[in-house]
């Protein structure tokens, strides 16, 4: 009989997990540390992308910071990072409360709305840009008057546009997010709710929005930050036209290091947005007070 005992399975050592976690921690040196260190080190030089580096001290942070575009830049990437945030997270927030009930057809729903999500942002960008030719686009094609204004040629509907266009992109990841975060809360709460006489609406605005406290506070965190580095769908519709009205701080950095050749000073308004992207992060974070973690243990 004792033979046939079965026996516990023996826990790892504990010497052993930090080294479990050494392939992540080479990939992010890698990828992340080393990038982010050379482009720290370039912004204190002069280069032209494929000739010599020279040093050259703070040449380059003396033209990004004096340069008058900058602020305009910041202007509206901060503008763009608020709006979208504002467009997206209540949207996200409805659908994916919708899309975590029960019925079967959600999880269809949930599938098609996933798609966006899926596609090259240049390539949606080259369809909204067809779509909305004044000439030869939807409007012209229905003869609808309104849609065949001049969308991507005049400042705020351009702006608007790129608004639309992003939130229609990524709105479906959020709401993923939110997906999960709803169906975590307990159920017990919503029938405590129903015994109580609360409709769906009071339920919503008592039980759902503040449970979701800290899944609003990591979507709002990858919205923020993720906003700082739109550059390709803004690239392909409008270029940071017309009138720089949608030239965000990576565009800007894209146009002085790869069409002015000018590696500095991109390599300067790269650490910015670094910086830019930590402060914001570290400052939702604080108004999240604790971490998730607390609420989920609190929840259970």
């Not at 004792?2 to 023996?10: E, G, I």
């Not at 067809?130 to 204004?149: E, H, R, T, Y």
């Not at 705020?156 to 479906?172: D, K």
């Not at 950095?253 to 308004?269: E, H, T």
């Amino acid at each position: 009989m004792s033979a046939l005992t079965s026996h516990p399975p023996r826990r790892a050592p504990r010497s052993i997990l930090p080294w479990l976690a050494m392939p992540a921690l080479v990939v992010f040196v890698g990828f992340a540390v080393i990038p982010l260190v050379g482009v720290f080190v370039l912004s204190f030089t002069t280069w032209d992308g494929y000739g010599s580096i020279h040093a050259s001290g703070l040449t380059s942070w003396r033209e990004v910071l004096t340069d008058p575009g900058l602020p305009h830049a910041l202007w509206v990437t901060f503008l763009v990072m608020a709006v979208s945030w504002v467009v997206q997270t209540p949207a996200s927030i409805l659908l994916g409360t919708f899309l975590a009930g029960r019925q079967r057809y959600r999880a269809v729903l949930g599938v098609v709305y996933f798609v966006p999500l899926l596609l090259s942002s240049a390539a949606i960008a080259i369809a909204y840009e067809a779509l909305l030719d004044p000439n030869f686009g939807l409007g012209a094609g229905l003869d609808v008057g309104f849609l065949s204004q001049d969308w991507l040629g005049r400042p705020w509907l351009a702006f608007g546009v790129v608004i639309f266009v992003v939130s229609w992109q990524f709105v479906p990841f959020h709401s993923l997010i939110y997906q999960g975060g709803v169906q975590q809360i307990p159920k017990s709460l919503y029938e405590a709710a129903q015994l109580d006489g609360a409709g769906r609406i009071r339920q919503f605005f008592s039980i759902t929005l503040p449970q979701l406290k800290y899944t609003i506070i990591t979507s709002s965190t990858l919205m923020v930050v993720g906003s700082l580095t739109f550059f390709d769908l803004i690239f392909v519709l409008t270029e940071g036209g017309p009138a720089d009205a949608t030239r965000v701080l990576a565009l800007d950095m894209y146009k002085r290091g790869f069409q002015a050749n000018l590696m500095g000073p991109a390599s300067a308004i790269a650490v910015i947005l670094v910086l830019v992207g930590l402060a914001l992060a570290l400052l939702l974070r604080r108004i999240g007070g604790r971490d998730a973690g607390d609420s989920q243990l609190e929840g259970a």
